[in-house]
């Protein structure tokens, strides 16, 4: 039987506020809520199926993830975004993933070599789309991006990198959505070099290239105009 109170509804052992925080989350990280949005708790707690108390609750969840600010008695907006931070979060990403590769390079099994292989193959299909034209996939074509790059530290043996990397990757793919950043073959060349390595074991090679991959997505960026300052 399920309640008719949508505040203790569970799916699959998930309660309503758990699935509406989740949802946001993806909203925000993938630019269905803009930055700068304001969150207006009266007018969203219908389409994510919470109570006002609720969605507060998560608001301020995403507040301490920097994904929403809290603005004292105005209520909350979506986090903007600067030239500044992305700078912040592209160096923040590369240091803990370029430790994470290292250690799952060292660690990895046959298992995770088919993974990021799998990973990777799902990638690049979605990337040679992107290049052939095909610009409705975005979102899949970051997901998978994500999934790939996760891939690559998945043996590093630390679940608390892991979580913290993922946040931080979070944030930088943002950027990457409100910039409708592709930077081309280069940037699925990488991708390629990067799963090889991990397939040779190379954590340093993997680390110059994922440097390269990260710090030419950043100059991309902002020596296009395409994040304001």
């Known amino acids: 039987m399920t309640s008719a109170n949508p505040e203790i509804v569970h799916v699959g052992g998930e309660t309503a506020g758990e699935i509406a925080y989740r949802q946001i989350r993806r909203d925000i990280v993938f630019g269905t809520l ?6 207006r708790l ?14 507060r609750e998560i608001f301020n969840r995403l507040a301490s993830e920097r994904l929403v600010v809290a603005e004292d008695q105005r209520g909350f907006r979506v986090s903007p975004v600067s030239q500044g931070h992305f700078r912040e979060i592209a160096a923040m990403r590369e240091l803990l993933e370029a430790h994470a590769l290292r250690q ?3 660690q990895g099994d046959i298992e995770w070599e088919s993974q990021v292989v799998a990973a990777h193959y799902k990638l690049a299909k979605m990337e040679a789309l992107i290049e052939a034209g095909d610009t409705g996939h975005t979102e ?10 996760a891939a690559l530290i998945a043996a590093c043996g630390s679940r608390a990198l892991m979580e913290t990397h993922r946040g931080i ?5 943002r950027y990457q959505i409100v910039a409708v950043i592709y930077r081309g073959e280069a940037a699925s060349e990488e991708h390629r070099q990067l799963m090889e390595c991990a397939l040779a074991r190379d954590a340093s090679t993997a680390a110059a290239i994922l440097a390269r991959h990260i710090r030419a997505c950043v100059d991309h960026t902002l020596d296009n105009g395409l994040l304001s300052a």
Do not use: I, N
Request: aromatic content about 18%; cysteine-free.
């Open 34 to 39: 803009a930055p700068g949005t304001r969150l």
């Open 42 to 55: 009266d007018r969203l707690k219908d389409p994510y199926l919470v109570s006002v108390s609720t969605l």
């Open 104 to 106: 799952s390079f060292e």
């Open 140 to 149: 899949a074509w970051k997901r998978y991006d994500r999934e790939f790059h």
């Open 169 to 173: 990757f979070d944030h930088y793919l």
